[in-house]
C-alpha cells in the first residue's frame, strides 16, 4: 500500500478549475454616464463564464482576485469572494460583472472612446483563484490570464 509523505500535501493533488467563456451566452461592456459615484462616468464589464470542476470531488471556489484589462490596459481591481460550490467534474455558467470608474483610470477614457467606434474591446480577467476543497485544503491557483476575449461596446 503506498502512503504519500507528510510533507507531500494534499493541494498538489487538486487541479485548478478551468475558466472559459461560455458558449451562447455574449459578454460585453457598456458605457455608464456620469453619476455621484461615478463622476467622471464608467462602464462596467459582463463576461459570461463557465466554470468547471475537473477533480472528482466538489470544492468551493471562494475567491477571484486580480486585475481587469481593457486592450491591454489595466482597468480595475477585481476581488470577488464567490463562494460558488462546484460538484466533481461538474460546471456552471456565471457572469462576472465589474464596475470600472473612468476617475480610477483616466487613460481609459480615450481607450473606450476609441473601442465604443470599433464596437468591441479586448479584454482579461488576470489574478488568482481560491478554493476551499474540505480535506484537502484551501489552495490558492495562479497568478495567471483566466479568461481573456473581445466584448461588444454598448452604450
Same mark, same amino acid.
Given at each position: 500500500?503506498?502512503? &504519500?509523505?507528510?510533507?507531500?500535501?494534499?493541494?498538489?493533488?487538486?487541479?485548478?478549475?478551468? +475558466?472559459e467563456?461560455?458558449?451562447?451566452?455574449?459578454?460585453?461592456?457598456? &458605457?455608464?454616464?456620469?453619476?455621484?459615484?461615478?463622476p467622471?462616468?464608467?462602464?462596467?464589464?459582463?463576461?459570461?463564464?463557465? *466554470?468547471?470542476?475537473?477533480n472528482?470531488?466538489?470544492?468551493?471556489?471562494?475567491? &477571484?482576485?486580480?486585475? *481587469?484589462? @481593457?486592450?491591454?490596459?489595466?482597468?480595475?481591481? @477585481?476581488? @470577488?469572494? +464567490?463562494?460558488?460550490? +462546484?460538484?466533481?467534474?461538474?460546471?456552471?455558467?456565471?457572469?462576472?460583472?465589474?464596475? *470600472?470608474?473612468?476617475?480610477?483610470?483616466?487613460? +481609459?477614457?480615450?481607450?473606450?472612446?476609441?473601442?465604443?467606434?470599433?464596437?468591441?474591446?479586448?479584454?482579461?480577467l488576470?489574478?488568482?483563484l481560491?478554493?476551499?476543497?474540505?480535506?484537502?485544503?484551501?489552495?490558492?491557483?495562479?497568478?495567471?490570464?483566466?479568461?481573456?476575449?473581445?466584448?461588444?461596446?454598448?452604450?
Amino acid at each position: 500500500m503506498a502512503t &504519500l509523505p507528510a510533507c507531500a500535501g494534499l493541494q498538489n493533488l487538486i487541479q485548478p478549475p478551468v +475558466l472559459e467563456l461560455a458558449s451562447g451566452r455574449e459578454s460585453q461592456v457598456r &458605457l455608464l454616464g456620469p453619476s455621484v459615484t461615478r463622476p467622471l462616468g464608467g462602464a462596467q464589464l459582463r463576461v459570461w463564464t463557465r *466554470i468547471q470542476n475537473p477533480n472528482s470531488f466538489g470544492f468551493t471556489l471562494t475567491r &477571484l482576485a486580480g486585475d *481587469i484589462l @481593457l486592450d491591454d490596459q489595466r482597468a480595475a481591481d @477585481l476581488d @470577488l469572494p +464567490l463562494g460558488l460550490p +462546484l460538484q466533481a467534474a461538474a460546471d456552471t455558467v456565471i457572469p462576472i460583472d465589474v464596475n *470600472i470608474s473612468f476617475a480610477d483610470v483616466p487613460a +481609459l477614457a480615450d481607450r473606450l472612446a476609441s473601442a465604443l467606434r470599433r464596437g468591441s474591446v479586448d479584454y482579461a480577467l488576470h489574478g488568482t483563484l481560491a478554493v476551499d476543497a474540505g480535506a484537502f485544503g484551501e489552495p490558492t491557483f495562479g497568478p495567471t490570464t483566466w479568461v481573456a476575449g473581445e466584448v461588444a461596446v454598448t452604450r
